[in-house]
């Protein structure tokens, strides 16, 4: 490490890490997590009776020589808050372990109330110094076997280097079964000049990723899990799920891939008459080596799976072995190579006319040969003949045609390399040919697919040998993956992984060049070698044997198998350890020892898919798919973390850019297309699944990834944007700022009050919840956050889409006060309010609770902003229920900028809503036409685009009745003596249910007498019929009062006249509404606005009560002063 750290001492009691002796050292607590301090007793007595009992304090003096000779980090997935929502840091607010600690001295008195959350910079270092390094690897579970009860053994420091530790395996994992298996045919179809653009592209590819990887490696520790770790962690839960479910699928896959290579070694090259199946037609060879690797691979991967299970550290011990074969593999080519320009090896092709014999079942490539003077037929002869005799009937192709024979490894001096250069793709079944020999073509080209031809096996053009290609440099995660047994990381990682790429891309682009130059071309395009009596094509190259690179090429096989089925289970339970995806829970356990069992047996399971499949070349592009995504989104995540400049971004790795993760991304986007669009749209979907899966019912993460911090630059960006102006009318939704009312266990009182917003809001536009706690934040804290949770939960049982916000305030009404001024942000406010009718403000003791409502109505009219009132929110529709055939009331007395004709349109977008029917009622005024207000009406509807019944009421203008002067009596003298006598609460009760009761005796009374007299609008259009009726008003109240005054009661004399004419108003439109809607299912009506003068505020609830009397679900409308409705497109 390159930091130094040195303890300071704050007395002569601590001990010191001497510059000169421990450079990178610090002091450590002989028992840290043990009450290495002394225990909070709260007094200075018992800290000192605990240092008697012989328990160390940190400021007692320590012994110098205990330190530890580097810092360690514990890189387990779940530990230290990688799988709580809640980042939560070992070395701060972490006070688990310490809660027996107190702080014993007086130095640092100022901050000794602190410790609990802010720990001394010493007992920081401590911590530091005891945070391991060591992964969930093979090597930990084998040694968690050993141990005994609590004891843990002592933690070994990491000691591995970059070349041990980065470069070896990286190189073991990248070159392996295609570099053997497949690329001599590699370069004999696609030539040398697109060979080496297929490398070129693929190396391009990985060498980018490895830079955006090394910056995201050296930022901070990667813990097990590798790749999805530093995905999941740079941009999210969900992208890290769906890219690590496709990483672990391509690891699993891979297995695969190198499964069946292992048998096809063993089968081609090894032991071919270990076949269970043999092919009696030549045709029927395909199918039965198929048949042959599905039961031998599977075999192999049970076996495989078994040594796995029993104990990987005979993998991890072997590990060296593989990658010595090949290595020594790859020096058998070079070395080859150089032979053949000094004495190349004699593998003679048999050719008749141009096309290549398979050499299996004749030793001379001669149709005819002198023994003692006789000519006879070979065995060559005989496979194109009815029979060995001279004058049999041969193939027409065979007798027009001579047998040649050519050499297949020329050497490197021979020139070959100028036929070698170009392509030679072709289709199924197409004859392997020279086509610089002169041969002269048979008549029945039918049936050559019968003759030992040398033929393509499948067929071939250029992206299908991408994406058999791409799989041959995958691996360099392995670094990466490793980076707990390193003894510097962040360091290592970057050089080794970079040097590992440039190595074996210069290897395979040699191999390209020399594989074109020295062999022949007819022999390159031999995939199996049939041509050279079976050899594997490399091989023929090797020296000193062939059977060199046989062996060593099937053990590396045998090597990377293993260790994929030993690091897919791992990764797999990783991802599962994370929580993120819950159906994945269960292989999260394994084995007493960490061993990962269950997911074992599910990656053996999806193994065998790939072995069922059985050919290399169809498995190699599956696996490139999933390689590929994974790589796509290590670029994008180097990419946003650049980008956004987030403060934690801060890797030690410099030589990255964004434009180049940019370019690494689109290449590895266009590798996905160009090897197989349509397993690219596949793997594409796949991710995308488990995506939405995991944001809809994953856990929720805070890992603090790029894309909540792309988010975050976004959801300013937009606000910006939003405050610049006012949305435009066509634009306009409600934006609701709920009221919320809680109980005394800070439970919601009227969950059906966001049952309601959600069916207004239906998810989009603003939700913010609010609710107003009376006292100080300091001691209301506890009570917030308890609010807040249950607010949560019932938004989340309701399905409220929004925010919630808990306010503490000295009084409840500056509480509301605050939320309506400051709740949203920037352009993203509400400008709506919907609250609860307090129904019980009769019954209470306390006033200030209608009071408060009528204040809070106020200021949404300073605020100009809308207000909806619920009353008898109870009673409302939940989001699980579906109103049958009904109607959805207007009542449209006063303009108020259009919400009356919004709120129904949006409600009945909901399923609970949408069988209701809308009607909107007005009212006309008395030199109105209202069968023409009636067809202005529905041609205002029209081009609203909104669909409803109109009716027009007309409202009779009767003189008021005794009935309405006894209303008021009663209201005034209830409202005098409340004001006089501090009633008790049961007093009030009795007192209401009296006035109730007379109300109702009075009323039945009235309603017996018939009515009439001429109609009255109260509905105004313009300003000009505003001045009109208010001038009429006057005058029609002052007739009334004065042909009143001879009928009146003495009692009567002294009302308000003004509390007489609002009670008639209410009594008449109350009477008309019931009348009209008491069946309706929802009614929507005009809320008049509070007094001037608040001397008359308990007259205004009781106004508002009799309008409302009779109705069940009744939604008070207060518009904001502004159109919110346009007939424009």
């Known amino acids: 490490m390159s930091e130094r750290f040195v303890v300071v001492p704050v007395d002569g009691g601590v001990g010191v890490a001497e510059e000169g002796e421990h450079s990178d050292a610090v002091v450590a607590d002989p028992a840290p997590d043990t009450g290495g301090s002394s225990s909070s007793s709260g007094s200075a007595g018992g800290a000192a009776e605990e240092k008697e009992a012989g328990e160390d304090s940190v400021f007692e003096q320590q012994d110098t020589s205990a330190v530890v000779p580097i810092l360690e980090y514990n890189r387990e997935p779940n530990k230290y808050g990688d799988g709580v929502p809640k980042e939560n840091s070992p070395f701060i607010n972490n006070t688990d372990n310490d809660k027996g600690n107190s702080y014993d001295g007086t130095n640092m008195a100022l901050f000794e109330e602190e410790m609990d959350s802010n720990p001394m910079v010493s007992s920081l270092l401590n911590k530091l110094a005891n945070y391991t390094n060591l992964t969930q690897g093979a090597q930990e579970h084998e040694e968690a076997e050993d141990d005994e009860g609590p004891k843990k053994k002592a933690v070994k420091s990491p000691q591995m280097g970059t070349f041990m530790g980065v470069y070896l395996p990286c190189l073991q994992n990248i070159l392996g079964v295609i570099l053997f298996l497949r690329l001599t045919w590699i370069v004999g179809t696609a030539g040398i000049l697109e060979s080496l653009a297929i490398v070129g592209l693929c190396c391009s590819c990985t060498m980018l990723t490895a830079i955006s990887m090394s910056a995201i490696a050296t930022n901070g520790v990667v813990p097990a899990g590798g790749s999805y770790y530093m995905i999941s962690r740079s941009l999210g839960p969900e992208f890290g799920g769906a890219v690590g479910l496709c990483f672990y699928l391509g690891t699993t896959f891979a297995g695969s891939m190198y499964i069946l290579g292992t048998i096809e070694i063993l089968l081609t090259y090894i032991v071919p008459k270990a076949a269970i199946f043999v092919a009696e037609k030549?045709?029927?060879?395909?199918?039965?080596?198929?048949?042959?690797?599905?039961?031998?691979?599977?075999?192999?991967?049970?076996?495989?799976?078994?040594?796995?299970?029993?104990?990987?550290?005979?993998?991890?011990?072997?590990?060296?072995?593989?990658?010595?074969?090949?290595?020594?593999s790859i020096l058998a080519i070079y070395a080859g190579v150089i032979k053949t320009i000094f004495e190349p090896p004699d593998f003679p092709v048999c050719m008749l006319g141009n096309r290549t014999l398979q050499n299996h079942n004749f030793d001379r490539c001669l149709k005819t040969e002198v023994i003692d003077n006789v000519t006879v037929t070979t065995k060559l002869w005989r496979l194109f003949c009815d029979g060995p005799e001279?004058?049999?009937?041969?193939?027409?192709?065979?007798?027009?045609?001579?047998?040649?024979?050519?050499?297949?490894?020329?050497?490197?001096?021979?020139?070959?390399?100028?036929?070698?250069?170009?392509?030679?793709?072709?289709?199924?079944?197409?004859?392997?040919?020279?086509?610089?020999?002169?041969?002269?073509?048979?008549?029945?080209?039918?049936?050559?697919?019968?003759?030992?031809?040398?033929?393509?096996?499948?067929?071939?053009?250029?992206?299908?040998?991408?994406?058999?290609?791409?799989?041959?440099?995958?691996?360099?995660?392995?670094?990466?993956?490793?980076?707990?047994?390193?003894?510097?990381?962040?360091?290592?990682?970057?050089?080794?992984?970079?040097?590992?790429?440039?190595?074996?891309?210069?290897?395979?682009?040699?191999?390209?060049?020399?594989?074109?130059?020295?062999?022949?071309?007819?022999?390159?395009?031999?995939?199996?070698?049939?041509?050279?009596?079976g050899n594997l094509v490399i091989g023929t190259l090797s020296w000193p044997s062939p059977w060199v690179i046989v062996i060593g090429s099937f053990f590396s096989c045998c090597g990377a198998g293993l260790q994929s089925l030993t690091g897919a289970p791992r990764l797999l339970q990783a991802i599962a350890r994370d929580g993120i995806v819950?159906?994945?829970?269960?292989?999260?356990?394994?084995?007493?020892?960490?061993?990962?069992?269950?997911?074992?047996?599910?990656?053996?399971?999806?193994?065998?898919?790939?072995?069922?499949?059985?050919?290399?070349?169809?498995?190699?592009?599956?696996?490139?798919?999933?390689?590929?995504?994974?790589?796509?989104?290590?670029?994008?995540?180097?990419?946003?973390?650049?980008?956004?400049?987030?403060?934690?971004?801060?890797?030690?790795?410099?030589?990255?850019?964004?434009?180049?993760?940019?370019?690494?991304?689109?290449?590895?986007?266009?590798?996905?297309?160009?090897?197989?669009?349509?397993?690219?749209?596949?793997?594409?979907?796949?991710?995308?699944?488990?995506?939405?899966?995991?944001?809809?019912?994953?856990?929720?993460?805070?890992?603090?990834?790029?894309?909540?911090?792309?988010?975050?630059?976004?959801?300013?960006?937009?606000?910006?944007?939003?405050?610049?102006?006012?949305?435009?009318?066509?634009?306009?939704?409600?934006?609701?700022?709920?009221?919320?009312?809680?109980?005394?266990?800070?439970?919601?009182?009227?969950?059906?009050?966001?049952s309601l917003t959600t069916q207004l809001k239906a998810g989009k536009g603003l939700t913010i919840v609010g609710n107003v706690l009376e006292g100080t934040y300091l001691t209301k804290e506890a009570e917030a956050k308890k609010a807040e949770q249950n607010i949560k939960s019932s938004m989340s049982t309701e399905r409220t889409k929004g925010f919630c916000h808990v306010v503490v305030s000295s009084n409840l009404r500056d509480g509301f006060s605050h939320l309506i001024q400051s709740a949203g942000l920037g352009g993203m406010k509400h400008n709506t309010v919907l609250m609860a009718w307090p129904g019980t403000w009769r019954q209470s003791?306390?006033?200030?609770?209608?009071?408060?409502?009528?204040?809070?109505?106020?200021?949404?009219?300073?605020?100009?902003?809308?207000?909806?009132?619920?009353?008898?929110?109870?009673?409302?529709?939940?989001n699980q229920d579906r109103l049958g055939e009904g109607t959805i009331d207007v009542w449209w007395v006063v303009h108020d900028g259009g919400m009356l004709m919004l709120l129904p349109f949006l409600l009945r977008q909901h399923k609970v809503w949408r069988k209701c029917k809308m009607r909107i009622f007005t009212v006309a005024q008395m030199d109105d036409n209202s069968i023409q207000m009636k067809k202005d009406l529905q041609m205002f509807l029209y081009h609203l685009r909104l669909d409803a019944e109109v009716e027009v009421v007309e409202m009779h203008d009767n003189d008021i009745s005794a009935f309405t002067y006894e209303k008021t009596l009663m209201m005034e003298q209830r409202s005098q003596m409340l004001k006089q006598m501090q009633?008790?609460?049961?007093?009030?009760?009795?007192?209401?249910?009296?006035?109730?009761?007379?109300?109702?005796?009075?009323?039945?009374?009235?309603?017996?007498?018939?009515?009439?007299?001429?109609?009255?609008?109260?509905?105004?259009?313009?300003?000009?019929?505003?001045?009109?009726?208010?001038?009429?008003?006057?005058?029609?109240?002052?007739?009334?009062?004065?042909?009143?005054?001879?009928?009146?009661?003495?009692?009567?004399?002294?009302?308000?006249?003004?509390?007489?004419?609002?009670?008639?108003?209410?009594?008449?439109?109350?009477?008309?509404?019931?009348?009209?809607?008491?069946?309706?299912?929802?009614?929507?009506?005009?809320?008049?606005g509070p007094p001037k003068n608040r001397g008359g505020d308990e007259n205004y609830m009781e106004f508002l009560e009799v309008l409302l009397e009779g109705l069940n679900r009744v939604l008070l409308v207060r518009g904001g002063g502004r159109e919110v409705i346009t007939i424009y497109s």
């Open 390 to 533: 001279i004058n049999a009937t041969c193939n027409e192709y065979f007798v027009n045609n001579n047998v040649t024979s050519v050499q297949g490894i020329p050497g490197l001096t021979s020139g070959v390399i100028s036929e070698n250069m170009w392509s030679e793709y072709g289709p199924l079944a197409m004859l392997v040919e020279n086509k610089k020999l002169i041969a002269v073509g048979g008549s029945d080209s039918a049936q050559d697919i019968y003759m030992p031809y040398v033929v393509n096996d499948i067929t071939t053009f250029f992206t299908l040998l991408v994406g058999i290609y791409f799989p041959s440099v995958t691996g360099i995660m392995a670094g990466s993956n490793r980076s707990g047994d390193l003894r510097d990381a962040q360091k290592s990682i970057p050089i080794g992984t970079i040097l590992a790429i440039a190595t074996t891309s210069i290897i395979y682009i040699t191999c390209v060049v020399l594989f074109g130059a020295c062999i022949e071309g007819v022999l390159l395009r031999d995939k199996f070698g049939d041509s050279v009596k």
């Open 983 to 1088: 009633l008790s609460r049961t007093e009030r009760e009795r007192e209401a249910q009296l006035i109730h009761d007379r109300n109702t005796a009075s009323h039945a009374t009235i309603n017996d007498k018939a009515e009439s007299g001429p109609e009255r609008v109260h509905m105004t259009w313009t300003k000009d019929k505003l001045f009109t009726e208010r001038n009429r008003n006057r005058e029609c109240n002052a007739n009334v009062a004065v042909r009143d005054l001879f009928n009146m009661k003495p009692e009567w004399e002294s009302l308000n006249q003004s509390n007489v004419r609002r009670m008639h108003t209410a009594i008449k439109l109350n009477e008309v509404v019931v009348n009209k809607s008491q069946g309706a299912h929802l009614v929507l009506l005009n809320m008049p």
């Open 282 to 328: 030549k045709e029927d060879e395909a199918d039965a080596l198929l048949n042959n690797m599905r039961v031998y691979g599977t075999c192999c991967l049970a076996l495989m799976a078994v040594v796995v299970f029993v104990g990987v550290k005979y993998v991890n011990k072997l590990a060296l072995v593989f990658l010595a074969c090949v290595i020594l």
């Open 582 to 754: 819950p159906f994945l829970q269960v292989f999260g356990h394994g084995k007493a020892n960490g061993e990962p069992t269950w997911a074992l047996l599910l990656t053996a399971g999806i193994c065998e898919i790939g072995i069922l499949i059985a050919s290399l070349d169809a498995v190699a592009p599956i696996l490139s798919m999933f390689f590929l995504m994974c790589y796509l989104f290590v670029n994008l995540a180097c990419a946003v973390q650049t980008l956004l400049r987030t403060p934690n971004w801060r890797p030690r790795f410099k030589y990255y850019h964004w434009a180049l993760s940019f370019l690494g991304m689109s290449l590895c986007l266009a590798l996905m297309f160009i090897s197989s669009w349509y397993y690219a749209i596949v793997a594409m979907a796949i991710a995308s699944c488990i995506y939405k899966y995991i944001e809809y019912r994953g856990a929720e993460k805070e890992w603090g990834d790029g894309i909540r911090g792309l988010s975050l630059n976004a959801a300013r960006y937009a606000l910006i944007r939003l405050e610049e102006a006012p949305p435009h009318t066509k634009n306009w939704r409600p934006q609701l700022l709920v009221l919320l009312n809680l109980d005394s266990d800070q439970g919601v009182k009227h969950p059906r009050l966001l």
């Open 845 to 878: 003791n306390d006033s200030q609770s209608w009071k408060n409502f009528i204040e809070t109505v106020r200021e949404t009219t300073a605020a100009h902003q809308a207000l909806l009132v619920a009353k008898n929110v109870d009673s409302f529709p939940t």
